[in-house]
């Protein structure tokens, strides 16, 4: 399982012109589910998620400098943010033959769909506000960045 995990202020998804998913500030997370991949995964990149250390105490130019000089100390749950989570398949894109990407290592669908829900009841589980897009839909997804802060996540690369 594969996310691009970013810190935003705000974010939204939108399919067919219709708001299908909006939070304040909080992590917009674009998750891949690859064919291999199984409840461990979920596991994994969810606890990460949780309790990635990248917000400061407040949001605010004097937190800022803290987090310039290291003082990312704070999870998405300690500051009561919220989660957009949005299933983006093209994460497993394969690029090293040719200019068209291959997707053969992205999980069929329905492995996807359940890993992708999983994953998602995983997070609220923890008490987390989470907002979603439309599984196997043209999404547009909006964003402000926070910072930027983008961190990528594999749950296949635990060392």
Not at 6 to 26: D, F, N, Y
Not at 78 to 86: A, D, I, P, S, T
Not at 107 to 132: H, M
Request: charged share 25%.
């Amino acid at each position: 399982m594969k996310a691009v995990v970013q810190r935003v202020r705000t974010a939204r998804v939108t399919v067919l012109g219709k708001v299908v998913g909006e939070i304040g500030s909080g992590l917009l997370v674009f998750l891949g589910v690859g064919r291999s991949d199984d409840s461990s995964d979920v596991n994994y990149i969810a606890k990460k998620v949780s309790t990635l250390r990248v917000f400061g105490e407040a949001s605010s130019k004097a937190s800022l400098v803290k987090i310039r000089q290291g003082h990312m100390d704070r999870s998405v749950i300690e500051v009561k943010g919220e989660v957009l989570v949005v299933s983006q398949f093209t994460l497993y894109g394969d690029c090293h033959k040719g200019r068209r990407p291959s997707f053969v290592n992205a999980a069929p669908p329905d492995l996807a769909k359940s890993l992708y829900l999983e994953f998602i009841e995983w997070l609220r589980a923890e008490g987390l506000s989470v907002e979603t897009g439309v599984f196997q839909e043209d999404m547009d997804v909006q964003l402000v960045n926070d910072g930027p802060v983008t961190i990528l996540l594999d749950s296949k690369r635990l060392s």
